[in-house]
């Protein structure tokens, strides 16, 4: 708190009695992330003609924010004691991506009441984070693919499945 106050020219004090301590600053610096990354990625679904490049807009829209502030990323949606429960800012930014990502799939289905349908965006948005944070981690490197690549490289694997693998195209020299 003395690093933050001392950044933003005050005290702690003024800290303490709008948020109440570092728990309440990073739920409401957490909201307000995670209210940014909800708006980025409805836009990038809503520019999207069909399911599979919605959800490719998507997680390169995820990816990108991740990848453009990591450590922004990491403070909004990693548990500060390591502990792995969510927050309900962080559980309904996931509810609002699971409904962006099954209405549109409700048409490819041969029955769009299907209980299955459920499954799969929850399933979806695992692959996505444990992939992204998995490539976040990554060393920068001629090997790593770019966040426009690996979001089609996971979009592939969600629609096409495993097997399927997007080239990568070759660094330029």
Do not use: C
């Amino acid at each position: 708190m003395d690093d933050i106050a001392a950044t933003a020219g005050t005290s702690k004090s003024v800290f303490y009695r709008y948020f109440g301590d570092k728990s309440g600053l990073r739920q409401a610096v957490g909201s307000v992330v995670i209210r940014q990354m909800q708006e980025t990625i409805a836009a990038a679904r809503q520019a999207a003609t069909d399911p599979k490049e919605g959800v490719t807009a998507m997680v390169a829209a995820y990816l990108h924010m991740a990848q453009t502030s990591p450590n922004v990323y990491s403070f909004a949606t990693l548990a500060a004691d390591g502990d792995t429960r969510q927050s309900g800012e962080l559980n309904g930014f996931f509810e609002s991506v699971t409904a962006m990502i099954t209405e549109p799939l409700r048409n490819l289905l041969g029955d769009p009441a299907s209980p299955l349908l459920g499954y799969w965006p929850t399933a979806a948005i695992g692959l996505v984070r444990s992939a992204g944070e998995l490539w976040l981690q990554a060393p920068d490197d001629a090997s790593k693919p770019d966040s426009t690549a690996m979001a089609e490289q996971i979009s592939a694997w969600l629609f096409d499945g495993v097997g399927h693998h997007v080239p990568t195209p070759a660094p330029i020299q």
